[in-house]
């Protein structure tokens, strides 16, 4: 299986009230979690987005054990932009060119349009996905990029369970990057496609590996020593005992991919 490039920027009747957004007009829908802001969007479009993201929040909780953080609601509700067109998202949401949707985990925001590439199945699950983690451990702890890029992936099923294969073609092919490697890649726009497969392939395979082998109950306790100021290294030792530190952790999930 090739690896696929995997940017991505990086989301009843309608009850709607119009109001002013800069200099744009925007019409929005309400719900439980969430509220969603468009123009000339199809109606039905906003409503399928607001019930898939719906489904996501309820499923992302549940997939990283943390169902019993605060509810978003009321004010706390995440907000979805639904732009246009590409180049209205581009052009007025301040996007760069390539992108099909972006989140902004401190605002809880997410912007998109209707002709996204992949937005049901990746985009707006990945999107949430900071949201919901970053909400969680913190927006200020330091993390390593692929560690927080993996939590993303992990909520796109495509990609977390094609993950393991990519990184095992990438080892035959003498590609493969250790941890300590991946935690000093720098993503841009300048970015060569190759790598950015393979940065966000290996993201998706640690973190699915962590997941898998060592349970949620594991997990979610490393994520609760990051939020409350560990570091990374010291989070890893304390609640994964047999990893002291990341290359430790790389050794045993090499180990686990060439079985």
Same mark, same amino acid.
């Given at each position: ?9 990086? #989301? ?29 969007? +199809? ?49 007025? !949401?301040?996007?760069? !060119?390539?992108? &099909?949707?972006?989140?902004? +985990?401190?605002?809880? @925001?997410?912007?998109?349009? +209707?002709?996204? &590439? ?6 707006? +699950? &990945? ?10 451990? !913190? ?9 927080? $890029? !993996? ?11 094609? #993950? ?8 035959? $092919? ?17 970015? &060569?496609?190759?790598? @950015? ?9 640690? @973190? %699915?590996?962590?997941?898998? $082998? ?25 609640? %994964? ?12 999930? $090499? ?5």
């Amino acid at each position: 299986m090739k690896m696929r490039t995997l940017i991505l920027g990086l #989301a009843i009747l309608l009850n709607s009230a119009s109001f002013t957004h800069g200099k744009e007009e925007w019409k929005e829908y309400k719900r439980q979690h969430f509220i969603v802001y468009y123009k000339a969007a +199809p109606q039905d479009f906003v409503q399928s987005v607001e019930q898939a993201a719906e489904e996501y929040y309820s499923e992302i909780t549940t997939n990283l054990g943390f169902t019993r953080y605060k509810s978003w609601s009321w004010d706390e509700r995440a907000r979805i932009y639904i732009y246009d067109n590409s180049d209205d998202y581009v052009n007025a !949401g301040q996007q760069a !060119g390539w992108s &099909h949707g972006a989140a902004s +985990p401190t605002d809880k @925001v997410i912007r998109t349009f +209707p002709m996204a &590439h992949g937005f049901f199945d990746s985009i707006l +699950p &990945h999107e949430l996905g900071h949201i919901i983690f970053r909400e969680f451990i !913190g927006f200020n702890t330091v993390i390593p990029l692929w560690f927080e $890029e !993996g939590i993303a992936m992990y909520q796109e099923k495509a990609k977390r369970w094609g #993950a393991h294969q990519a990184v095992k073609e990438a080892m035959k $092919e003498k590609k493969f990057m250790p941890l300590n490697d991946l935690t000093h890649v720098r993503l841009d726009s300048r970015t &060569h496609t190759d790598l @950015v497969n393979l940065f966000y392939a290996e993201s998706a395979s640690i @973190v %699915y590996f962590l997941m898998t $082998e060592f349970g949620q109950y594991r997990f979610v306790r490393f994520c609760e020593r990051l939020k409350k100021g560990y570091g990374f290294e010291s989070a890893l030792a304390y609640v %994964y005992v047999r990893f002291k530190t990341i290359e430790s952790l790389n050794k045993e999930w $090499e180990r686990y991919l060439e079985k």
